[in-house]
């Protein structure tokens, strides 16, 4: 078996709301192993977001550990590639600019940081685009961009927080099969939140469900189906079947 990646070990996680705190993960314990690709699903307002928050340090567990390649660091900032919903290209560095950011942060020289650079926006098929800025790319486009730059930390974990939802059924079937295509080249664990049953079901190994609140425990789904994936893989009675329970658990879910 592959060694475990990414481990939460009894993580707690509380905010606070006025005077009160208010528990959102509970002694919360789960294992991703290397290479895996995982879906998180889960209704609005369940915790998804903060899953990653958490991941990468930009939030503390009250109590228990995050275990990232085996070690535990309180700062793990850096330490994952990080895609938040929102692109947050930034819409005054040209897409060159944009794409060298996690290069720039972590001190690599400027020669080895350009030949990174340009040797990514070509295989992202953005080559020619390096001297546009944000507002010229379309939604898929800037996708790549976004991707890129989660790719460019270095980390052998990414993180995907709903990256194709803002985007048209073609362009995000389209980014799907290029995203699985990515993920098959390059070997890396992903964690991809959304909020589309059938999108987990055509990239995912595992589909993680929160239904409860507090989180206590994930519910998992091995999806069954062979890769390469293919669209009509999707109709397979198993799979549909396993499409009726995921909505099932996500409508059982207690009102938040
Ligand atoms: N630091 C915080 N301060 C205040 N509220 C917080 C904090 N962290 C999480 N929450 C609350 O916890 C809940 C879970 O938030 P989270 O963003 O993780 O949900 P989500 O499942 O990603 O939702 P969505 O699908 O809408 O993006 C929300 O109600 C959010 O307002």
Excluded at 123 to 132: K, R, V
Excluded at 158 to 181: G, I, N, R, V
Excluded at 221 to 234: D, E, F, K, Q, Y
């Amino acid at each position: 078996m592959s060694k475990a990646v990414l481990e939460f070990k009894d993580v707690s996680f509380q905010y606070q709301e006025t005077d009160k705190s208010i528990d959102l993960l509970d002694s919360l314990h789960f294992r991703v192993f290397d290479g895996e690709f995982i879906s998180i699903i889960g209704a609005s307002g369940s915790g998804k977001s903060t899953l990653f928050r958490l991941i990468t340090g930009l939030e503390q567990p009250v109590s228990g550990s995050i275990h990232i390649n085996g070690e535990q660091r309180p700062n793990r900032l850096g330490s994952v590639g990080y895609m938040p919903q929102q692109d947050l290209l930034m819409p005054w560095r040209t897409i060159y600019e944009n794409a060298v950011l996690p290069l720039e942060i972590k001190g690599v020289s400027k020669q080895d940081a350009h030949q990174q650079v340009v040797k990514g926006l070509k295989e992202f098929g953005l080559s020619g685009y390096e001297q546009n800025y944000p507002s010229d790319l379309s939604g898929g486009m800037k996708q790549r961009v976004s991707f890129l730059r989660a790719v460019l930390s270095g980390s052998n974990i990414l993180l995907l927080d709903e990256p194709f939802s803002a985007l048209d059924a073609m362009t995000k079937l389209s980014m799907q099969e290029w995203l699985l295509a990515q993920w098959e080249k390059r070997g890396q664990t992903i964690l991809f939140i959304t909020h589309d049953v059938n999108e987990a079901l055509f990239l995912s190994d595992r589909i993680f469900i929160l239904t409860e609140r507090p989180v206590k425990q994930l519910k998992e789904a091995v999806v069954p189906m062979n890769r390469p994936r293919t669209l009509s893989g999707l109709h397979a009675p198993e799979v549909t079947k396993m499409k009726e329970q995921l909505i099932e658990q996500l409508r059982e879910r207690i009102s938040l």
